[in-house]
């Protein structure tokens, strides 16, 4: 079947801190990947996504790159900012005709100065 | 564009009561998709429509549950009659085609 598995959180770490939130996925057929960041009080957003394997999303410092040998798509950022706390969720969608996003159970994020 | 459009953001009702939930999607969209968001859930599909038919809706928790897209602009979300456990973040969402799905702010929703 189609799932999402996410880094467990929550996640402290520090201003100008590296972040890495982990996300792998299994998907029948070809699916695309996303990341979508959610703020407190707000919808989810996106954030980034790819389309297929190799291709790296990046949008507002954030990196992720499909990798299908390993069926990951990680999210980076080289050094984070209180701005960026929030919940961070890795999505999939296969290209089937149905256009349902699996979503993983999300991460939460908190940056302290 | 004004995004995914909800109404209302927040309601607080009794248990029993009707609730309806609006929801108006990005113009052009031709998928709208509704969500449930809980702290023991996580976040929960519960329908989409495409082109205003309804084409999974086996997230449904009950039959208390329904939704209807009378046109492309326009979707509700009933719950009759509301229960406590049935308080969460409710989201509607919109793409078009197989791109990504724009969410909208959600709305808030409390049964005493």
């Known amino acids: 079947g189609n799932s999402v598995t996410q880094m467990e959180g929550p996640v402290t770490l520090s201003e100008e801190a590296f972040l890495t939130i982990n996300c792998t996925y299994t998907?029948?057929?070809?699916?695309?990947l996303f990341w979508y960041v959610q703020y407190p009080g707000e919808g989810l957003q996106l954030l980034l996504k790819?389309?297929?394997?190799?291709d790296k999303g990046s949008n507002k410092g954030f990196e992720a790159t499909y990798r299908k040998e390993t069926t990951s798509f990680h999210l980076e950022k080289g050094s984070v900012q209180v701005s960026d706390s929030a919940v961070y969720f890795c999505?999939?969608?296969?290209?089937?005709?149905?256009?349902?996003?699996?979503f993983g159970t999300g991460t939460r994020l908190t940056v302290i100065p | 564009d004004a995004g995914v459009i909800q109404s209302p953001r927040h309601e607080v009702t009794e248990m029993g009561q009707e609730v309806t939930l609006r929801c108006k999607p990005i113009?052009?969209?031709?998928?709208l998709f509704w969500y449930r968001q809980t702290m023991m859930r996580g976040l929960e599909l519960l329908i989409y429509?495409?082109?205003?038919?309804?084409?999974?809706d086996s997230g449904m928790p009950e039959d208390r549950f329904s939704a209807k897209m009378p046109n492309a602009s326009f979707s509700t979300l009933k719950i009759q009659p509301s229960e406590p456990r049935d308080s969460a973040v409710y989201f509607c969402?919109?793409?078009?085609?197989?791109?990504?799905?724009?969410f909208g702010p959600g709305t808030r929703l409390l049964v005493l």
């Open positions: 790819a389309t297929k394997a190799d």
């Open positions: 999505a999939l969608s296969v290209q089937t005709g149905a256009n349902n996003l699996f």
């Open positions: 969402a919109s793409s078009l085609g197989p791109g990504p799905q724009y």
């Open positions: 998907a029948t057929g070809y699916p695309s």
């Open positions: 429509f495409n082109n205003n038919v309804p084409i999974d």
């Open positions: 113009s052009g969209h031709d998928y």
